[in-house]
């Protein structure tokens, strides 16, 4: 499973479910609202399900991921803080920065070979 993937996916589920709720608030009319909510669990019960069977893995911390940088896989999950990360033997730790989040970004193991 590749964590690029996941990665963006979870991000723009997240967008695409607040820019749905904002818009079936502004809306405000009932049919709208219906729509949105309809397209809103057609997207989140196939995300919610993945997300829960992928959050049962990490917690027996057996789920892992493919490397965006190199492709190896090593083991991965999320956190509240971290957002969603993973760990590379040669990459190092791979996680979301910038501003939104959307970069992934990795920072090299501490060299402690001394
Ligand atoms: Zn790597």
Redesign the pocket.
Known sequence: MPFRLWFYLTKIGGLVFAVLVVLAVVLGDSRTLETVISAMVLIVVPLGLTGAVMGVLMVCGKLRMK?P????S?PAGGSKADGMWME????GF?HGAGPLGLKIV?EEPADDAE
Do not use: A, D, Q, V
Request: aromatic residues 8%; contains cysteine; charged residues 25%.
């Open positions: 490397c940088f190199c492709g190896r090593g590379c033997e040669t990459c791979i990795r």
